[in-house]
């Protein structure tokens, strides 16, 4: 039990501890009866004089005063405590922790009711690795680059654990390899900027010094590649035990394939690079739609992806309409979690968590290819196509019920408009 709790606590990025809840009620009146009546013998080990103690107060959707906290540790004295109050290294911390209804305006998700909980600590997660991996101490930083909390989530979705071997097809600067590699991952990535992912900002600035920085294993390769013209040789199969990755949608930065308009338009002809220019060459590219980009992303995973490998990534979706309708969607895969975070009045992203739950066919592969040549053959179709894109959703003004936007109107998240 001791090694499960230990293990949660290390991986549980989202937890903020493990408790022993003696009781939670509306009231403080009802709580006191709840704590009385809770068993003596669960309790009486944990308030014995030759021990020590901690009260600790708080609050989720408001901030308590010193005063307001002294007065509700005090509304305590019922329950028989015989040791002696150490505030630094007590042998038994207690909390006391509030949760307000009434934060409507806040743009937060309301708490289903108003709860006052009294608990004893069994240990509280190890949110240092936090601190460790923020972007701010990051050595190499793009305009793309995954939140470190989110990025260890990511990880956990993923099931990342020591030995599993996790892939990013658009890697970027390495944020999520970074979270996976601190769990024990073999780690591998790929961009289509060869930039990125060969020169970065010099030899001691790039993805390599990222992992560097923390004494991390580096990846075992780092390849310029397309995600729409994969690398990998048509026979390979199921060798990665989870994919994970933030694929672009046009908010921050858009989506690039190779090619080039002339190309796709097919007004001008394949060409050979020259020897002499490989090593520098920056191929031509052109916009790579979003549904595109995801379409390609399913079949990789589906292919490349053991049984029972997870694939996580981030899909984008405007708020307020049925999200299980727009979620992209695959034979070999199961959707198993969908997480929301919203990130402003108009849009939100879902992080979408697959499972790998049936094996890559021939009739996968056939129907991906009639896929792709349909995309190619109507790239420049498509494009007209799009009425309103994603970039423009996210950072045009949000409108109110008169439809004027008005500044002092909109809400707050935070003291942002939003």
Request: charged share 25%; aromatic share 10%; proline share 5%.
């Amino acid at each position: 039990m001791g090694r499960a709790i230990h293990r949660t606590l290390s991986f549980g990025i989202l937890v903020k501890g493990i408790f022993e809840v003696w009781g939670v009620e509306s009231s403080y009146e009802e709580l006191r009866l709840a704590i009385e009546n809770y068993p003596e013998d669960r309790k009486t080990p944990y308030l014995s004089a030759d021990s020590t103690f901690k009260v600790i107060v708080d609050c989720f959707g408001k901030g308590l005063s010193l005063k307001e906290q002294t007065e509700r540790i005090n509304s305590l004295d019922y329950i028989p405590f015989q040791g002696r109050v150490n505030l630094k290294s007590p042998q038994h911390r207690f909390w006391l922790i509030e949760s307000d209804n009434d934060i409507a305006n806040k743009l937060l998700l309301p708490a289903m009711q108003k709860l006052i909980f009294f608990a004893r600590e069994i240990g509280l997660s190890d949110r240092s690795i936090l601190t460790k991996f923020e972007l701010s101490r990051r050595n190499y930083l793009g305009p793309t680059a995954m939140d470190a909390e989110i990025a260890f989530i990511m990880a956990n979705q993923g099931l990342v654990r020591r030995g599993t071997f996790v892939y990013d097809p658009f890697v970027g600067t390495g944020s999520i390899l970074v979270a996976a590699s601190h769990f024990g991952a073999i780690t591998m990535g790929e961009d289509i900027d060869l930039r990125v992912v060969r020169d970065g900002r010099g030899p001691d600035c790039n993805v390599w010094s990222n992992f560097k920085q923390y004494d991390l294993p580096l990846p075992i390769g780092l390849i310029r590649a397309d995600n729409n013209s994969p690398p990998w040789r048509s026979s390979l199969k199921e060798i990665f035990h989870a994919i994970i990755c933030d694929p672009p949608y046009g908010v921050r930065a858009g989506g690039r394939k190779s090619g080039g308009r002339k190309l796709l338009k097919g007004t001008k002809d394949p060409y050979i690079i020259p020897e002499e220019k490989r090593k520098d060459h920056i191929p031509s590219t052109a916009p790579y739609m979003f549904a595109e980009c995801v379409h390609d992303l399913l079949d990789i995973a589906a292919r490349l992806l053991v049984m029972n490998g997870r694939l996580v990534f981030f899909y984008p979706v405007a708020r307020g309409e049925c999200y299980e309708d727009l979620y992209p969607k695959h034979e070999c895969f199961t959707l198993i979690a969908s997480s929301e975070q919203i990130l402003s009045t108009r849009w939100s992203r879902c992080l979408l968590t697959m499972e790998k739950t049936a094996e890559y066919t021939d009739k996968h592969a056939a129907l991906a290819l009639q896929k792709h040549i349909e995309f190619r053959e109507r790239h420049s179709e498509l494009l007209d196509e799009r009425e309103e894109s994603l970039h423009s959703l996210v950072f045009a003004p949000s409108k109110i019920d008169n439809g004027l936007n008005d500044k002092d109107a909109l809400p707050k998240y935070r003291g942002k408009h939003v």
